[in-house]
Nanobody
């Protein structure tokens, strides 16, 4: 599976941004998908996840009510919608696929394929 993350960029605090993660090489419809983020000097941290059929989602507390993850299995793509962003959301965002199972996993080690990351910068 090859994952291509896109949609990052510069956004003002309070604004919105929609990231995408497109897959090639294998259909994603059977896999849980997750998004993580990382800032320099810190560990990669969980942001959001969605189950294979989209029926289950998981969010870290600091994005609940602001971020929404969705997926379009026909397009083999996952979308995190980021609303009311803050400067603390500045990070490189990575999408990941959990080919071992269909659930919305929160733990990094559940994911075995990763995209290259897309940088989100939120200005104050």
């Amino acid at each position: 599976v090859q994952l291509q993350a896109s949609g990052g960029g510069l956004v003002q605090a309070g604004g919105s941004l929609r990231l995408s993660c497109a897959a090639s090489g294998r259909t994603l419809s059977r896999y849980g998908m997750g998004w993580f983020r990382q800032v320099p000097g810190k560990e990669r941290e969980f942001v959001a996840a969605i189950s294979s059929n989209g029926g289950l989602t998981n969010y870290v507390d600091f994005v609940k009510g602001r971020f929404t993850i969705s997926r379009d299995n026909a397009r083999n793509t996952v979308y995190p919608q980021m609303d009311r962003v803050t400067p603390e959301d500045t990070a490189a965002y990575y999408c990941a696929a959990a080919t071992r199972g269909p659930l919305a996993y929160r733990i990094l080690r559940e994911y075995d394929y990763w995209g290259q990351g897309t940088l989100v910068t939120v200005s104050s």
